[in-house]
């Protein structure tokens, strides 16, 4: 089982920038893969940003590239979104998530390759 906590939501202007976290309750090494996702009402959750712990392979939307930067704290065991230039249409609800089991590096966008999700954290960015 593995908790996840996220914070560092909230509401900004356009252009502006802010820092999501997750806070795992195991050793983020001892994952492969870890995501960050957003959801906003009538549409599907969308595979944001990705990394597996262990280097292997990372991923950014297309929509969020050169804007959003994800990264990891093994010491901390955290999970880090940095999000800059921030949009309206970027206003949702973003999720943590982890999955164990190697299966998930085939998919890393796809939200049915992970396990365990956190409670989110919601950010809305005003024009």
């Known amino acids: 089982q593995v908790r996840l906590v996220e914070s560092g939501g909230g509401s900004v202007q356009a252009g502006g920038s802010l820092r999501l976290s997750c806070s795992a309750s195991?050793?983020?090494?001892?994952?492969?893969?870890m995501g960050w996702f957003r959801e906003v009402p009538g549409k599907e959750r969308e595979g944001l940003a990705a990394?597996?712990?262990?280097?292997?392979?990372?991923y950014y939307a297309s929509s969020i590239k050169g804007r959003f930067t994800i990264s990891q704290d093994n010491a901390m065991n955290t999970l880090v979104l940095a999000m800059n230039d921030l949009k309206p249409e970027d206003s949702a609800m973003y999720y943590c998530?982890?999955?164990?089991?190697?299966?998930?590096?085939?998919?890393?966008?796809?939200?049915?390759?992970?396990?365990?999700w956190g409670q989110g954290t919601r950010v809305t960015v005003s024009s």
């Open positions: 990394i597996s712990p262990t280097g292997f392979a990372t």
């Open positions: 998530a982890a999955e164990s089991s190697r299966r998930c590096l085939a998919g890393v966008h796809s939200r049915d390759s992970y396990n365990w």
């Open positions: 195991v050793s983020i090494n001892s994952l492969a893969c």
